[in-house]
């Protein structure tokens, strides 16, 4: 049985724990979830796990960032659902780099209707990874997708014909790279390979043979077991989110941006896959840049599209327990 600590707001220490637990929903890259809540009697704090950043893969922490931008996205609409918001303070102690964002302040107005349907988006958003289908994404969800973004303060630029074909050829570069540095398969092996620890990415996940598409998407190294089909990504849009600045509160934001687009993007029927090659290396991040004509730092490319209606997608990608990723030990009565 739990205890109130005196002074306490149960019905808003349930809702932070529950915000907590369902940002567990977030994607993130290779499935790291390389986040930790902690909740307080009337704050909840973000921390990353160091022991789940890509150090190979992303030894700066910007796709660590992000993934967690991503789920500190999700609290904020989980809160919101039941009416609670919250002052958010990004990177809010300049000596702890690990805390990226604490929320605090929360004020009790009426649940939000449109949060309660981001929630439900939650549930049901995945990365599908098939080719899209022969059907174009309709204009207007393209521009609420990226009004979502914009909404977070980050750009998300959609891409002409001809810079479409500028990311393929950057895309393939950076798998070629890739596929050539030990560590970096390495390290992608790892994250293939261990999904009954409620991390990474289990097979069923991944294509079974290489799709045919335009831009090519990421190379896991294994095939999976997911059948692709014949389609071809023809139909799809790509994007590219990006910002006027390149440090960590801004991967935080982009990330942010990334769960605004993709809950949007699910509301709308369209599926949206990260391609996170192409910003993983000095090199292709620059020639991603010189496509944006230097209007920010690229932080992510993004596919969009509408699903293969005939065939089953992927199922959801494993969790980890909320056990492992929220601590509750402050809020708990200190008898028990
Ligand atoms: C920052 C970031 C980068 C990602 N990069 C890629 C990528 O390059 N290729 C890909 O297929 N999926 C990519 N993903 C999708 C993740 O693999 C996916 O979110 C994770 O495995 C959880 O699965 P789910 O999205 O189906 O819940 C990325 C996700 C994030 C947040």
Same mark, same amino acid.
């Given at each position: 049985?739990?205890?109130?600590? *005196?002074?306490? @707001?149960?019905?808003? =220490? @349930?809702?932070?724990?529950?915000?907590?637990? #369902?940002?567990?929903?977030? *994607?993130s890259v290779h499935n790291t979830q390389p986040w930790r809540w902690q909740v307080r009697p009337d704050s909840l704090d973000l921390h990353a796990v160091a022991d789940r950043q890509l150090t190979a893969t992303d030894p700066q922490g910007r796709l660590l960032a992000l993934s967690c931008g991503a789920a500190l996205h999700h609290a904020r609409v989980a809160l919101a659902a039941e009416g609670?918001? *919250?002052v958010v303070d990004r990177l809010p102690d300049p000596d702890r780099p690990d805390l990226l964002a604490r929320l605090t302040a929360l004020r009790h107005d009426g649940a939000d209707p449109a949060a309660m349907r981001a929630v439900q988006c939650m549930r049901i958003r995945h990365t599908d990874r098939r080719p899209v289908s022969e059907d174009p994404v309709p204009d207007a969800a393209v521009e609420e997708i990226v009004q979502a973004a914009t909404a977070e303060g980050v750009h998300l630029h959609v891409l002409d014909r001809d810079q479409v074909l500028a990311l393929a050829a950057t895309a393939s570069h950076a798998d070629t790279v890739e596929a050539e540095d030990p560590q970096l398969r390495e390290e992608l092996a790892y994250w293939t390979s261990r999904a009954d620890t409620g991390t990474g990415l289990p097979p069923e996940v991944l294509p079974e043979q290489t799709p045919q598409t335009t831009v090519p998407g990421r190379d896991f190294g294994r095939p999976g077991t997911l059948p692709v089909g014949p389609g071809h990504d023809r139909a799809a849009r790509y994007g590219v989110l990006y910002g006027d600045e390149d440090e960590p509160v801004d991967w935080l934001r982009a990330g942010e941006a990334l769960s605004a687009?993709?809950?949007?993007?699910t509301r709308l029927g369209v599926s949206l896959v990260p391609?996170?090659?192409? =910003?993983?290396? *000095?090199? #292709?991040r620059q020639t991603l840049r010189q496509l944006l004509a230097d209007l920010g730092y690229p932080y992510l490319a993004l596919r969009m599209g509408l699903a293969d209606p005939e065939h089953a997608g992927p199922p959801h990608t494993p969790r980890l327990p909320a056990t492992q990723t929220v601590d509750t030990s402050a809020v708990r009565d200190p008898q028990r």
């Amino acid at each position: 049985m739990s205890h109130q600590t *005196p002074g306490t @707001d149960r019905s808003l =220490v @349930d809702a932070l724990t529950e915000a907590a637990a #369902t940002a567990g929903h977030a *994607p993130s890259v290779h499935n790291t979830q390389p986040w930790r809540w902690q909740v307080r009697p009337d704050s909840l704090d973000l921390h990353a796990v160091a022991d789940r950043q890509l150090t190979a893969t992303d030894p700066q922490g910007r796709l660590l960032a992000l993934s967690c931008g991503a789920a500190l996205h999700h609290a904020r609409v989980a809160l919101a659902a039941e009416g609670w918001t *919250p002052v958010v303070d990004r990177l809010p102690d300049p000596d702890r780099p690990d805390l990226l964002a604490r929320l605090t302040a929360l004020r009790h107005d009426g649940a939000d209707p449109a949060a309660m349907r981001a929630v439900q988006c939650m549930r049901i958003r995945h990365t599908d990874r098939r080719p899209v289908s022969e059907d174009p994404v309709p204009d207007a969800a393209v521009e609420e997708i990226v009004q979502a973004a914009t909404a977070e303060g980050v750009h998300l630029h959609v891409l002409d014909r001809d810079q479409v074909l500028a990311l393929a050829a950057t895309a393939s570069h950076a798998d070629t790279v890739e596929a050539e540095d030990p560590q970096l398969r390495e390290e992608l092996a790892y994250w293939t390979s261990r999904a009954d620890t409620g991390t990474g990415l289990p097979p069923e996940v991944l294509p079974e043979q290489t799709p045919q598409t335009t831009v090519p998407g990421r190379d896991f190294g294994r095939p999976g077991t997911l059948p692709v089909g014949p389609g071809h990504d023809r139909a799809a849009r790509y994007g590219v989110l990006y910002g006027d600045e390149d440090e960590p509160v801004d991967w935080l934001r982009a990330g942010e941006a990334l769960s605004a687009a993709w809950l949007t993007a699910t509301r709308l029927g369209v599926s949206l896959v990260p391609l996170s090659g192409v =910003v993983e290396m *000095p090199g #292709t991040r620059q020639t991603l840049r010189q496509l944006l004509a230097d209007l920010g730092y690229p932080y992510l490319a993004l596919r969009m599209g509408l699903a293969d209606p005939e065939h089953a997608g992927p199922p959801h990608t494993p969790r980890l327990p909320a056990t492992q990723t929220v601590d509750t030990s402050a809020v708990r009565d200190p008898q028990r």
